[in-house]
């Protein structure tokens, strides 16, 4: 079975800090994503990327950035966070298109 | 461009009732279609999918058909369970586009004993 693992469920940081998330996958998928998910607004893309060191805005990509340095791996940064990116942060990955995408658990994200 | 449009909820049914979750899209050339399932506290499961016109996708008892002419995809299921309790999200994947999927708001289900 595919397996996207994120590396954190919950986290809370505080305006202003740098955060990390990490999200690896281990089916050498060329296609990687991060959505973020908020109530009544569904999930919105904010980065994907379709190879190592190559990336895509998506739909909502200001106050963002993206790594991704090895196949498995694709990290979503937030350079300074501030209250309004508190939101549920999904990540996926899919071995190409059409096919369908294989999402990892998500981080609940706080900024306070 | 592209856009799924689902039917808001919530949804609160009976056990074993009928379900029907309605999803229409708008999209250039011919998408493949997906319905996803999140359960609570949980990430996106891929429910079943449907690649190409009149084709039907189904899994756990549910079933969707790709409707070219309607240019829709509804969710049904004959009779719901508790367990069916989560958001259902309706998806489209453009060929001609980008590798992204384009997601519906989600409807959530409620099932009551």
């Known amino acids: 079975d595919v397996k996207v693992t994120q590396s954190s469920r919950y986290l809370v940081k505080r305006t202003g800090e740098k955060v990390f998330l990490e999200c690896v996958q281990d089916?050498?998928?060329?296609?990687m994503f991060w959505y973020r998910q908020d109530p009544g607004l569904g999930l919105r893309l904010i980065y994907f990327?379709?190879?190592?060191?190559?990336?895509e805005k998506g739909d909502i990509p200001e106050g963002y950035s993206v790594s991704r340095e090895k196949k498995e791996r694709f990290s979503l940064i937030l350079e300074s966070a501030s209250t309004n990116q508190t939101s549920m942060y999904l990540c996926?990955?899919?071995?190409?298109?059409?096919?369908?995408?294989?999402f990892g658990p998500g981080t609940r994200l706080t900024v306070t | 461009g592209d856009s799924v449009t689902q039917m808001e909820g919530p949804v609160t049914l009976s056990e074993e009732a009928f379900l029907t979750i309605n999803c229409t899209y708008t999209?250039?050339?011919?998408?493949?279609l997906f319905w996803y399932v999140q359960y609570p506290g949980e990430g996106l499961q891929l429910l079943l999918k449907?690649?190409?016109?009149?084709d039907k996708g189904s899994n756990k008892g549910f079933e969707a058909t790709y409707r070219k002419e309607t240019t829709s995809f509804h969710l049904e299921k004959g009779s719901v369970q508790v367990s069916d309790s989560a958001v259902y999200f309706c998806?489209?994947?453009?060929?001609?586009?980008?590798?992204?999927?384009?997601f519906g708001t989600g409807t959530r289900l409620t099932v009551i004993p």
């Open positions: 999209a250039t050339g011919y998408p493949s």
């Open positions: 998806a489209l994947s453009d060929p001609t586009g980008a590798n992204n999927l384009f």
């Open positions: 089916m050498d998928h060329e296609n």
């Open positions: 990327s379709y190879d190592v060191k190559m990336k």
């Open positions: 449907a690649t190409k016109a009149d």
């Open positions: 996926a990955s899919s071995p190409g298109q059409p096919l369908e995408q294989y």
